[in-house]
């Protein structure tokens, strides 16, 4: 089955840069959707980007848009986070995400969800 690994989490400053990579350990080729997702102390996961892993067409939400970069490499069965500008807001534990129709070893209408372990973040002010 398939499985997520990330890293590139750490510490930086305020406006630094950094990119977290998430390696796809199983079939890349079984993925429909990848994406990237955060959560803060106290609040809830959010979507931070997501991108077709047929086609590579992206999508960010607005207070990443500018700032933030989601692409892959097939050739490494990889997708990355390049992430600009830091703010101390952007702090958050950052996973990794892949939705398929590849499921329990069978291909399904069912859809179901692949999460990394989760990176941490912290932007320093």
């Known amino acids: 089955q398939v499985q997520l690994v990330e890293s590139g989490g750490g510490l930086v400053q305020f406006g630094g840069s950094l990119t977290l990579s998430c390696a796809v350990s199983g079939r890349m080729s079984v993925l429909n959707k990848m994406g990237w997702y955060r959560q803060a102390p106290g609040k809830e996961r959010e979507l931070v980007a997501t991108?077709?892993?047929?086609?590579?067409?992206?999508d960010y939400v607005d207070f990443v848009k500018g700032r933030f970069n989601l692409y892959k490499d097939d050739t490494k069965s990889a997708v990355y986070l390049q992430m600009n500008s830091l703010r101390p807001e952007d702090t958050a534990v950052y996973y990794c995400?892949?939705?398929?129709?590849?499921?329990?070893?069978?291909?399904?209408?069912?859809?179901?969800?692949?999460w990394g372990q989760g990176t941490q973040v912290t932007v320093s002010s």
């Open positions: 991108i077709l892993t047929r086609g590579g067409a992206t």
């Open positions: 995400n892949a939705e398929s129709n590849f499921c329990h070893g069978l291909w399904s209408n069912e859809k179901c969800n692949y």
